[in-house]
């Protein structure tokens, strides 16, 4: 008899096959070009098997990228309350996670992207695409500003936790948490709703 030909049944490989294909699809084409059956075609395996083993692509690429945290599941409490103080409450999450034992792999993963442009291409997608574009929809920011909003915040919160957990720069590194949301929360504050001089119309 013949070999059978055609796309690879579940084994116990399919998901490192799915896992890989998915960093280098995420990383080339970002999130939102990156599709699940274009992941599945080239690992070579039926898309329905993507959904059995990650049950869809926000979740894939937390696997692909091996995200410390699902943002699904704690940014309801960043959104819930005052529209003004979701900045604040934004950098209280990010420092929670990366004081939690969560931050481990967070802290590896920074380090990771500083010196790796394929770590740092996935990292900047889950920062945009998971996160801080959510958190912008939710305030109702104009969807031609949601890039630059989203990528200035990127800089505040990405800078903070690099400088406080990677570069240990101090006081930084180690003043209360309540400081550094005291003091980068209106920052970021600013970027999701606020006025940006001489970028987009007061």
């Given at each position: 008899m013949s070999g059978r030909t055609g796309r690879r049944p579940g084994r116990p490989d399919t998901r490192e096959a799915i896992l890989a294909s998915a960093r280098a699809m995420f990383a080339e084409r970002g999130f939102d070009a990156a599709s699940?059956?274009?992941?599945?075609?080239?690992?070579?395996?039926d898309p329905a098997l993507v959904h059995h083993y990650f049950g869809g692509k926000d979740k894939l690429f937390l696997a692909a990228m091996n995200a410390p945290v699902d943002p699904g599941e704690l940014l309801p409490g960043v959104l819930d309350g005052d529209p003004a103080r979701v900045g604040e409450r934004l950098v209280r999450m990010f420092l929670g996670v990366w004081d939690s034992p969560a931050g481990v792999a967070g802290v590896a993963?920074?380090?990771?992207?500083?010196?790796?442009?394929?770590?740092a291409r996935l990292l900047r997608e889950f920062l945009v695409?998971?996160?801080?574009?959510r958190v912008l929809q939710q305030l109702g920011a104009d969807p031609a500003e949601l890039p630059l909003r989203g990528s200035l915040a990127a800089t505040q919160m990405a800078g903070l936790v690099l400088m406080r957990y990677v570069i240990r720069l101090e006081p930084v590194a180690s003043v209360p948490p309540e400081t550094l949301v005291a003091a980068v929360g209106p920052a970021v504050q600013r970027y999701l709703d606020g006025p940006l001089d001489g970028v987009f119309p007061t």
């Open positions: 699940v059956r274009a992941i599945a075609g080239s690992a070579g395996v993963l920074l380090r990771s992207a500083v010196t790796t442009d394929w770590t695409t998971q996160i801080l574009r």
